[in-house]
C-alpha cells in the first residue's frame, strides 16, 4: 500500500528556498515479524539526479547561499560525504562554485564512486588531512573566491546540519504528518544520525504538529557530531529560527520523552561496517526492496531489527525513514580516470576496502 497527499510547504514562505526536491517522497509498506506494521519513507527518490536526506537540507540551504548573493559554497565532510556529493551536485545545477574539503576516512567502495561524481559534477575537491589544514584550506579559497568576484564563499557545515539545514526536516515531518492518516502516524521512527540535523528536524516538527511519534536516532559518529547535547542546541536553535520568522509557532522544551540517542550500533566508529549492520542492509533488501549501505543506513535499520526481535515493537507502527541516495549515476563516472583526482584521494581506488564492505 502506499500513500499520497497534495504538495503543501508551510516553511516556504517565511524562508529562502529553492526547489530542488521531489515532494512528497512515497511512503510504501513492508511486513516484518516482531512489528505490528513497517512503513519505509523513501527519501532514496528524494531528488533527481540524487536522492537521499541532503537534497532537503539543500533546498534552504543553497537557497540562503543564492538569496545571500554567492556564487561559491563551501562544506565540509570525509572523504566519501554523501552531503558534499549532494553539495557539489545540487550547487553546479544552481550555477554555484563548490569547495569539498574532505578529511580522510576507512575505506570503501561508495567513496571512490562519490569522489569521482563530485569531480565530474565540477566540484574542487581538496583533501584536508586534519583540522589545521582544513582551515588552512578555507582560508585560502575565501582569499580566492574574494579575488576573482568581489564576495565571500557561503558556508554549509559538515552534513548540512545548521538550523537553516534542518528546517528541511521540519518540513519533512509536516509532509509525514500531510500524507499519513493520524490514526496511521507511526509510534516510532528509526533513522541514522550523524550530524543530526535530519533526527532533529523531524523532531521539531512532529512537536509543532502536536504529533507523539518517537524518534530513534541510531548514533553512526561520535561527539560533537553526533550527541545529547547537540541534539538539544540544534533543536532550540532551529525553533528559534522558526520562532523569528513566525511567532505563532511556539518556543518548545526539549522533548526527552519522545527522543532516543542510540550508541549502541556505532560499532568502532563513523564508516566502520558492523555485522549487524551488514546483515541489516542484507534483510532490507529482502523484505522491503530498499538498497542501505553500512556507514549510515545499515546502522539504523540494525537498531530496528534487534528491537523488533526483543519484542519491543509488538503492535507497534513503525516508520524507517531511507535517507541514502537510490538514484544510481553509474553513467555519469564512466571512464572516469581517478589519477585525475587530488593525490591525497589516490590511495581509495589503489588499497583494499574494509573486509565487511568485500562480501
Ligand atoms: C548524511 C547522512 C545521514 C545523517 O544525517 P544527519 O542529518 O547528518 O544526521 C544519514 N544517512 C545517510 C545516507 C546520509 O548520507
Known amino acids: 500500500m502506499a500513500f499520497s497527499a497534495p504538495r503543501r510547504q508551510p516553511l516556504y514562505a517565511s524562508h529562502p528556498h529553492t526547489r530542488l526536491a521531489r515532494l512528497p517522497t512515497p511512503v510504501h509498506e513492508a511486513v516484518l515479524p516482531g512489528t505490528g506494521r513497517l512503513l519505509i519513507k523513501r527519501d532514496d527518490v528524494s531528488g533527481v539526479p540524487y536522492g537521499g536526506n541532503k537534497v532537503r537540507k539543500l533546498e534552504f540551504l543553497l537557497g540562503r547561499a543564492m538569496a545571500a ?98 528546517l528541511g526536516f521540519v518540513n519533512a515531518a509536516f509532509e509525514l504528518a500531510d500524507q499519513v492518516p493520524e490514526e496511521g502516524m507511526p509510534d516510532v521512527i528509526y533513522l541514522p544520525s550523524g550530524t543530526m540535523g535530519t533526527c532533529v528536524g523531524l523532531l521539531l516538527g512532529l512537536r509543532l504538529r502536536g504529533l507523539e511519534t518517537r524518534i530513534e536516532a541510531v548514533s553512526v559518529t561520535t561527539a560533537p557530531f553526533s550527541c545529547m547535547e547537540k541534539a538539544k542546541a540544534l533543536f532550540q536553535a532551529t525553533n528559534r529560527l522558526l520562532h523569528a520568522a513566525d511567532p505563532s509557532l511556539p518556543l518548545l522544551a526539549f522533548p526527552h520523552h519522545q527522543f532516543s540517542f542510540r550508541k549502541e550500533f556505532l560499532g568502532a566508529g563513523y564508516g566502520i561496517y558492523t555485522t549487524d549492520g551488514v546483515a541489516a542492509v542484507r534483510q532490507a533488501g529482502a523484505i522491503a526492496g530498499i538498497r542501505l549501505e ?26 524507517f525513514w531511507n535517507t541514502y541516495n537510490g538514484r544510481d549515476f553509474g553513467a555519469d563516472i564512466e571512464g572516469l580516470d581517478y589519477r585525475e583526482l587530488p593525490i591525497p584521494f589516490h590511495a581509495y581506488f589503489e588499497q583494499d576496502v574494509q573486509p565487511l564492505d568485500q562480501v
Do not use: W
Open 69 to 166: 548573493g554567492a556564487d561559491a559554497v563551501i562544506t565540509f565532510g570525509a572523504a566519501g560525504s554523501n552531503h558534499a556529493l549532494a553539495t557539489a551536485i545540487y550547487a553546479k545545477l544552481l550555477g554555484l562554485r563548490c569547495h569539498s574539503m574532505l578529511v580522510p576516512q576507512v575505506n570503501a567502495r561508495s567513496i571512490c564512486r562519490n569522489l569521482l561524481r563530485g569531480y565530474a559534477a565540477g566540484a574542487r575537491l581538496h583533501p584536508c588531512a586534519n583540522r589545521r589544514d582544513t582551515a588552512l584550506c578555507v582560508a585560502s579559497v575565501f582569499r580566492e573566491t574574494y579575488a576573482r568576484s568581489g564576495r565571500y564563499p557561503h558556508v554549509i557545515p559538515p552534513g548540512g546540519s545548521s538550523p537553516v539545514g534542518a
Open 294 to 319: 553500512g556507514t549510515y543506513t545499515g546502522k539504523a535499520f540494525a537498531a530496528l531489527l534487534a528491537d523488533a526481535r526483543r519484542g519491543a515493537l509488538d503492535g507497534k507502527r513503525v516508520l
